[in-house]
């Protein structure tokens, strides 16, 4: 008998005991593409030499020094690739271990930013439904998912959630794209003026949906307009790139895309590959130099924040990232990986979009094309297809409550970025008959 606490208690998973490349492998010997690089986390792949050789080394010299006490060294290092490449005026990193408590600091540096500028008015946060920030208590809070949310929902802040730029469900016909998303921005300033412009702190967004959306790019001149509203007004602009960043789009950070830069930036998944949780949060030098010159202490802080060896790993996984060109890489295989999954999927009868960027794609699913009607949520579609891929042998991440936390259901794509031209096709075959048998 296990004495974990399993995710869910009602299935049995296999045990993983290898990996390499874009494959895992099980106990029995069955191997398993990693189409999703579980959550959009193996960016690299399993089993990579230099950040094996990197987290070993760093074990040998250091494992552990607490940030109360001690820098280190390749936290130091990691830090100076970060903001070498970082967008914007940000300037300052604060290393995590996951991309929760990345998100949960943005939210708490946000407030303290404010009152420090004697500013205590600004309490209100305005996120976006569908969105997903982070299972801590107040990165759930910001997240916009229903069904995450519900069970938790006396236990959170009061978060104002506005419409999501969801161009494949959201857009009126006699609208252009860019008339779409001007009209969704102006949600933000209209929240704003009901709340009280001078009574929120911050605005936050993921750059492309992940998880609850399925890999959903805004289009052009939404988040333009965005950053244009909360600079009027005195609000923070975070963006969560804890999925869509880190070169996941085909861009270092997924806000390069849309030019446009945050004042608070969260990063995990990707930062780490895999080989060791770590996550962060990027600020504006005007925020550091706020809290610096301020009170001098970010009311906050865990144990693990700086990690040396989860730090090394992050340094060999953004050196590789660089030295291997892989965001172009990203680019090459993303299109290759669109067009197998247009030729394939897009005359399907049950597949209303096919969306994304970079190695990052989401496909959903309908009951019927020309209405976009979703499927019955009680046939548990995602369930089914995740099920059907996984015996097929390849690891995909299917979701549903996509509409609105209890209908819709879609299929979130992230391989390695070292897949191959050959493996794409894999991927389309062995989703093709996945999809044949949940949907039968």
């Known amino acids: 008998m296990s004495h974990i606490f399993p995710r869910h208690s009602k299935s049995k998973v296999p045990t993983a005991v290898g990996g390499q490349g874009c494959y895992l492998v099980d106990s029995s010997g069955k191997q ?84 420090e500028r004697q500013e205590p008015q600004r309490k209100h946060v305005i996120a976006r439904r569908q969105s997903y920030h982070g299972n801590t208590l107040g990165s759930l809070a910001a997240g916009g998912n229903v069904f995450r949310r519900t069970q938790f929902a006396p236990l959170l802040i009061d978060v104002s959630h506005i419409s999501p730029c969801y161009e494949y469900v959201g857009r009126l016909p006699q609208e252009t794209a860019y008339d779409y998303g001007q009209r969704v921005a102006q949600e933000l300033e209209d929240e704003l003026l009901r709340l009280g412009p001078d009574t929120v702190m911050a605005f936050i967004a993921e750059p492309v949906v992940g998880a609850t959306l399925g890999a959903v790019p805004a289009v052009n001149g939404y988040f333009k307009r965005i950053r244009e509203i909360c600079d009027s007004y005195g609000v923070l602009l975070i963006f969560d790139e804890v999925m869509c960043g880190m070169g996941r789009t085909g861009h270092m950070f997924a806000c390069d895309a849309d030019q446009v830069a945050p004042d608070i930036l969260c990063i995990a998944k990707g930062l780490g590959a895999g080989y060791q949780p770590i996550g962060a949060m990027l600020c504006s030098d005007e925020i550091y130099q706020t809290i610096a010159k301020g009170s001098g202490f970010f009311q906050h802080g865990h144990t693990y924040i700086g990690h040396p060896v989860a730090s090394a790993a992050a340094l060999a996984v953004v050196k590789a990232l660089i030295n291997r060109n892989l965001f172009d890489q990203v680019q090459r295989r993303g299109a290759d990986l669109e067009t197998a999954l247009r030729a394939q999927f897009a005359q399907h009868e049950n597949i209303g979009d096919i969306r994304g960027r970079g190695l990052f794609w989401g496909i959903e699913l309908v009951a019927d094309r020309a209405t976009k009607s979703p499927l019955d949520p009680s046939l548990e579609t995602a369930k089914k297809i995740k099920s059907a891929a996984f015996n097929a042998g390849l690891i995909c991440y299917p979701n549903s409550g996509t509409r609105d936390g209890k209908q819709g259901d879609h299929i979130l794509l992230a391989p390695p970025f070292i897949v191959s031209e050959d493996q794409i096709g894999e991927i389309t075959e062995k989703l093709g008959k996945a999809l044949t048998v949940a949907l039968e």
């Open 32 to 115: 398993y593409f990693d189409g999703s690089g579980g959550a959009a986390v193996s960016c690299l792949g399993h089993g990579d030499p230099d950040i094996i050789a990197a987290i070993q080394h760093q074990a040998e010299q250091l494992a552990f020094a607490h940030t109360g006490f001690f820098t280190s060294e390749p936290a130091e290092e990691l830090a100076d690739l970060l903001i070498s490449r970082a967008p914007g005026d940000l300037k300052r990193v604060y290393l995590v271990s996951g991309g929760s408590e990345a998100t949960e600091a943005a939210l708490k540096l946000a407030r303290q930013y404010h009152v």
